[in-house]
């Protein structure tokens, strides 16, 4: 069991006997009145989002969930094929699971997979990817890390502030859960 002050977003929880992921999560205090959390969950089986409001007291089911390594390979249509890195099973898995990391997905990323009852619930990328600059406005002589940002346009079509000296063609780190620039890869 699980108390409902500490459910965060991307966590899975068994809520009226149906699995659901939390979508987004807000802790709600007014004033005199009892806090509450108010959540966004959607349902895993039939994709469909609801609006729960938890006492902060209350308690909620997380179901046993086990996590499983998987390597991107390709995609075909709406599924994305995924293999298991131990058994080499190829399966496919649907864009709504992967949700906003679709824009980070490079064939042979490795990724964690939640599995329940059989099933993949839910797709974890790691939390830093390095991507190569496709399209960015050229180098600004004398440019540095603390001059103003530019747009660049990564392989994937993601865009991300760099900072002025980056040029296409160049390898850089991305942080997955904020979308923003890490650093210059190294190497």
Known sequence: MLKASDIRKGRTIIYEGML???????????????????????????????EVRFNVDDKVEVPFV????????????????????????????????????IAYLVPNIRVTCDIYEGGIIAVNLP?????????????????????????AILETGVRV???GFISPGEKVRVDTRTGEYIERAKG
């Open 161 to 163: 502030r760099v900072p």
């Open 20 to 50: 659901y992921v939390c979508h987004d999560a807000q802790h709600v205090a007014k004033g005199n009145k009892r806090s509450y959390m108010q959540t966004k969950l959607k349902d895993l089986k039939t994709g469909s989002i609801i």
């Open 66 to 101: 086990e996590s499983k390594e998987y390597e991107f390979l390709y995609q075909d249509g709406n599924n994305y094929i995924f293999m298991d890195t131990e058994t080499y099973d190829q399966i496919p898995i649907d864009t709504d699971l992967i949700g906003e990391g």
């Open 127 to 151: 939390h830093t990817i390095e991507l190569t600059v496709a399209e960015t406005p050229p180098v600004v002589k004398g440019a540095t890390a603390t001059n103003q940002p530019k747009e």
